[in-house]
């Protein structure tokens, strides 16, 4: 019976951790969302600086393949 309370109490403890995380990862999604209004009303182009943040997350290898095949695509559509 002893094990079945330690367990619950790991378990709660487990929970409220995760709850405080998800608290914090909203704050920072507000923070992120009030950065990109702040940038576009100094005329900034967020859907642009979002594409950026994407590409400086990639590996260098992985952006150099999807820029290569990017511009095959343009090239196979007329669009280069």
């Not at 995380?21 to 920072?28: M, R, S």
């Not at 923070?31 to 990109?36: H, P, R, S, T």
């Not at 990017?70 to 007329?78: H, I, K």
């Amino acid at each position: 019976m002893a094990e079945g309370n330690v367990a619950a109490d790991q378990l709660r403890l487990f929970i409220e951790r995760i709850e405080r995380l998800e608290e914090e990862k909203k704050g920072i999604a507000d923070d992120i969302k009030d950065v990109y209004a702040e940038a576009k009303a100094n005329g900034y182009d967020t859907k642009t600086m979002r594409a950026i943040v994407r590409l400086r997350k990639m590996e260098t290898h992985a952006r150099q393949e999807a820029d290569a095949l990017m511009e095959t695509y343009r090239n196979a559509l007329g669009l280069a």
